[in-house]
């Protein structure tokens, strides 16, 4: 009977393995027609959509039969359990009978049947875990003559030889021999005992589907022929249930109670109890008269295409299940031939060979559950122990915003950048962060008493599309304790500039914002309430200031334009400047308040403009004419654009240019004394703050802060990228990262230092880096192809190769070092094997199969193994020192340990994604090298925190904020103290301290603790998370 179940098993796998290499065929299909057809990828796309679908059917059939078949085990189980209960002498009964009756072929119960009743000698009694009751059951051992083995022939299949009947070899139908073993199982209980088969519980909807099902084929079978279409040994004679009247009124006849059992009965099977003759001879002779009909034989009698296509419905019905939890059909077959060929084998409900199924814009995507998880159902996420503080922001945002640079009393330089408000000390360098803001940070002030600064922000939207209403906010700067919220609902788009009124110590507050109409209002301070509002100009406004001496007056300038404002009342009504026999300029970009009361600006001519107040000119304009606003003086200042004026203690005024890169220092009078040129790497002056009426911070248009004198020039105290950054890689041993994007700057920065220890330029946006373990040198992925390797000592390129003519977005070394891995948007991943500690590289072969381009991949532990992500949202693995083969059967790498983990689609991560997301959403993620968290990095300014690993859904996450564009790429630190996140257009690099659990640099699965982590000083006491 084993060989019966392997027969069943190997129909099973066939099905299984024709549906692996159905899939698996036709997704190397669509992924070479797309490569090389790219107009045939939708039509691909639909014959896969098609044949998933397929493969749903097909799993679902497979479950439900895999699930009849454990009900029956577990049927069987009971039942031998029941019958040795109530009658010790059943066993030893029936082996009377069989023996007398000259059975003489082995009738083995195969693995799938648990009755435990066993007739060979050969063969012991097990249960499905290969144990009863704890232990082994030896197996009796039947007297009677040599036993022949069993046939594999056609012919030997149908009819036993029974000795001991007569003198002839008499050849007796193997239907005599079932019903002689049944009855005599039947009549060794005592009179009036019945057999219970305890049935088990069928989920809701299963079990009136199953009772139709099967009672209509048990039906149709009855009557049927058979058909040679499986082979398969005849199984032993099922044991029925002895039901009365009383019973089948409740469960039905005995033949449909039968029937419901996974295990369909054959024609040779008895008839129910109540219908036999007390002799075992008449219902046998009976029995000969019928055909036999294999369990696996097709029936003839032909369903109606109307009972095929409710029967479709109910399969797909059922399916849904299989949507998030599937048996695995090679896990499954592997399972019941070894259940076959092993005795101790066990075939109970485990979560091996099952798969969990997500999906991304409608297309399913199934991860196989490792053998390691038990019960994936009853898998707890909890938040990780560990919590992010933000330890330090690289960057400074000076290349889209003015007058964003002040110094405080306590020594602190105050800018920003993204969403974060940075207070640096220039003595101490440390920083301290003000993250009350939920979008980009664009304009400063600070009030007369040096304490209290205004921080406005521009509008945003969240990760639901609601949109988030630009504001500004009056914190204290020594506490960071937000005191006022301005303007929250009023304004549009965006705040533009904000002032403090200077001669009534900061009662009122000016902001205009970045609607169409560029509205401008002023704020009570104290209240938080409108004291006046007016539009101001459909140009662009630049800039805006009380006048120092007289709270009333207030100038605003930009495209063309420099207005006078007056406020009385609670109105404010406008003057315009008069350019008179000036050239008009296209941007007046700054203005200050000289000592004497003049306004000066700065403007794209490279001038600066005197300004004041004339008397009305009543014999032009007559008597009602009023006084204007014109230009007492021009001076020719700088070549290009004036982009920042400063005032100094003592007069002298300070201009910075755009185009020279110069700073000039002004008397009163505006006579040049002094100036000095600003490096070009750093690019041009943008605004200046006065330290000490000598020493000088300077802003600039590449986002840098600089420190020093015109006399003895100025170094870089702050720096960071201009434009998006996609390349972020850690060093394996130091604490050092590096960093690339399309500003085509490579920075090399010091985790520790907070300082940028070199960076150069490359002839091309850089992508993506990554370190060799010898860390020596690093490699770094372009946007045409293009890669380079460089030494990071010397900073010399030591590598310049190119796969393809399409832009690299991952670079990955083996965890030895020996290989490198290039995923490209050309759909390829490019090996290489390195020698010569990463100075040398040989192309060792190329990836093909994925049908869109590459997003991330990692290695193996064992640096044999690749698992890859593209575009269209495929999680393939290749076997790379096996000649870089496409693994077809991606059940066989559920196991597989990783190198490291940023692959954002694997069963070990399913949890970073929320409910909804289009695929997108997740630009980046990284496991901790102690393998105990996960970061991920969204498309909605966030940066996640998660336990590793997180398999299920909706797992919950700490949420940090502090970006204000989306977050491109996420990286633990060599000892995971540090976590790194990139801004994309924010040019923000975010270095957050890892708090609370076990040390960082643990490099195996500590326990999970519950330690949580406060807010240390350095930031806002209510940072957004």
Not at 63 to 73: F, G, M, N, P, Y
Not at 359 to 365: C, Q, S, T, Y
Not at 491 to 513: H, W
Not at 655 to 667: C, L, P, Q, T, V
Request: charged share 25%; aromatic share 6%.
């Amino acid at each position: 009977m084993k060989l019966s179940a392997f027969l069943r098993n190997l129909r099973f796998k066939s099905i299984g393995d024709s549906i692996m290499d159905g899939s698996t065929n036709s997704l190397d299909d669509v992924s070479g027609s797309s490569a090389e057809f790219p107009d045939r990828t939708s039509l691909m796309e639909v014959r896969l959509l098609a044949q998933e679908d397929e493969i749903t059917l097909l799993k679902s059939s497979l479950a439900d039969a895999l699930r009849k078949l454990r009900l029956h085990d577990q049927q069987m189980l009971l039942l031998k359990q029941h019958l040795i209960a109530v009658n010790p002498s059943a066993a030893r009964s029936l082996n009377q009978v069989c023996c007398a009756d000259g059975l003489s072929r082995s009738c083995r119960l195969s693995s799938s049947s648990q009755d435990g009743l066993c007739l060979s000698g050969s063969s012991p009694v097990t249960n499905s875990t290969g144990e009863e009751n704890g232990h082994t059951r030896p197996s009796p051992t039947l007297p009677g003559p040599k036993q022949r083995p069993i046939s594999q022939d056609r012919a030997t299949q149908t009819e036993l030889t029974l000795q001991g009947l007569g003198s002839g070899q008499e050849r007796v139908p193997l239907a005599l021999t079932r019903a002689v073993q049944s009855i005599s199982l039947e009549d060794a209980l005592p009179e009036g005992m019945s057999v219970v088969l305890e049935e088990s519980v069928l989920e809701e909807g299963e079990e009136e589907e199953e009772e139709q099902d099967e009672g209509a084929g048990g039906g149709r079978m009855k009557n049927s022929s058979w058909t040679p279409g499986v082979e398969e040994v005849i199984q032993p004679t099922r044991l029925l249930r002895r039901v009365g009247a009383e019973a089948q009124d409740h469960n039905g006849s005995s033949e449909d109670q039968a029937g419901s059992a996974p295990q369909t009965p054959t024609s040779g099977s008895p008839m129910p109890y109540k219908d036999q003759c007390p002799s075992p001879l008449p219902p046998i002779l009976e029995d000969l008269k019928k055909p036999l009909v294999r369990r696996n034989s097709e029936r003839l009698v032909k369903e109606t295409p109307e009972r095929t296509k409710q029967k479709l419905a109910k399969k797909a019905a059922s399916s849904a299940n299989l949507l998030t939890r599937s048996p695995s059909l090679e896990s499954r077959a592997k399972d019941l031939i070894s259940s076959t060929g092993s005795q101790g084998s066990s075939r109970g409900r485990t979560t091996q060979g099952q798969s969990i199924k997500m999906f991304l814009r409608g297309r399913p995507i199934t991860m196989y559950i490792p053998s390691n998880i038990q019960n994936y159902e009853e898998l707890k996420m909890e938040l990780p122990a560990e919590k992010l503080e933000l330890d330090w922001v690289y960057g400074y945002r000076g290349r889209d915003c003015r007058a964003n640079l002040y110094l405080l009393p306590s020594g602190e330089a105050v800018y920003f950048i993204a969403c974060v408000v940075v207070l640096y000390h220039l003595s101490n360098r440390t920083q301290r962060h003000y993250r009350k803001h939920t979008d980009c940070v664009r304009c400063l002030a600070v009030h007369p008493d040096k304490i209290r600064v205004a921080s406005g922000q521009t509008a945003g939207v969240d990760k639901d599309g609601k949109p988030l209403q630009p504001l500004v906010h009056i914190w204290d700067s020594s506490t960071l304790v937000t005191l006022q919220t301005i303007g929250q609902g009023s304004f549009e788009r965006g705040v533009g500039s904000v002032a403090f009124s200077q001669s009534d110590a900061g009662a009122f507050l000016c902001v205009v914002d970045e609607s169409n109409e560029h509205m401008l209002s002023v704020w009570d301070c104290a209240k938080g309430t409108k004291h006046a509002e007016v539009k101001s100009t459909n140009e662009a406004v630049l800039a805006v200031e009380f006048n120092p001496g007289d709270s009333s007056n207030i100038i605003t300038s930009g495209k063309s334009h420099v207005h006078f404002w007056t406020l009385s009342g609670g109105a404010l009504t406008k003057k315009q400047g008069i350019f008179g026999k000036y050239k008009k300029p296209k941007f007046i970009l700054c203005f200050v308040f000289s000592l004497t009361g003049d306004v000066l600006t700065g403007d794209s001519e490279g001038n600066i403009l005197t300004w004041g107040k004339s008397r009305a000119d009543t014999k032009t304009l007559g008597k009602g004419a009023k006084e204007t606003f014109q230009i007492m003086r021009q001076m020719r200042a700088h070549e290009g654009s004036v982009f920042t004026l400063c005032v100094l203690q003592g007069g002298a005024i300070l201009s910075g240019g755009g185009k020279d890169r110069k700073i000039i220092r002004w008397s009163a009078d505006l006579a040049p004394e002094r100036e000095c040129e600003i490096p070009e790497q750093f690019g041009a002056v943008r605004t200046i703050a006065d330290v000490d009426g000598e020493e000088l911070l300077v802003g600039t248009t590449r986002n840098a802060i600089l420190r020093g004198t015109i006399s003895d020039g100025f170094v870089a105290i702050v720096q960071g990228h201009v434009d998006e950054m996609w390349g972020l890689a850690t060093h394996p041993t130091q604490n050092i990262f590096l960093t690339c994007g399309n500003d085509r700057q490579l920075c090399l920065w010091s985790a520790e230092e907070h300082s940028l220890d070199w960076a150069t330029t490359l002839d091309e946006s850089g992508l993506c880096a990554d370190f060799c373990p010898s860390g020596t040198v690093v490699s770094v992925g372009l946007n045409t192809g293009r890669w380079l390797v460089l030494d990071l000592r010397t900073r010399e390129v030591v590598s310049d190769l190119t796969d393809g003519n399409e832009q690299l977005s991952v670079m990955r070394y083996s965890p030895d070092g020996s290989f490198l891995a290039v995923g490209s948007h050309d759909n390829f991943i490019y090996i290489y094997s390195v020698s010569e500690s990463g100075r040398r590289y040989t192309r060792f072969g190329k990836c093909t199969g994925h049908s869109s381009f590459i997003t991330h991949l990692d290695w193996s532990k064992d640096g044999k193994y690749i698992m890859s992500n593209s575009g269209d949202y495929e999680i393939l693995y290749w076997d790379v020192a096996g000649g870089c083969k496409l693994l077809r059967n991606r059940y066989e790498s559920k196991d597989r340990e990783w190198a490291s983990y940023t692959c954002v689609l694997g069963f070990h991560v399913v949890g970073v994604w929320l409910e909804g997301s289009d695929g997108t959403d997740i630009n980046a993620l990284c496991r901790s090298h102690n393998e105990r968290l996960v970061a991920m990095a969204d498309d909605f300014c966030k940066v996640h925190l998660f336990q590793y690993p997180c398999p299920k859904p909706k797992a919950p996450s700490h949420k940090y904020e502090g970006h204000g564009s989306h977050v491109t790429n996420v990286c633990f630190t060599n000892s995971d103290s540090h976590l790194l996140s990139l801004g994309g257009k924010d040019t923000c690099i975010l270095q957050w301290r890892v708090t609370g659990g076990s040390s960082g640099g643990a490099r195996e699965h500590p326990a999970s603790t519950s330690a949580s982590a406060s807010s240390t000083s350095t930031n806002s006491p209510e940072p957004g998370m």
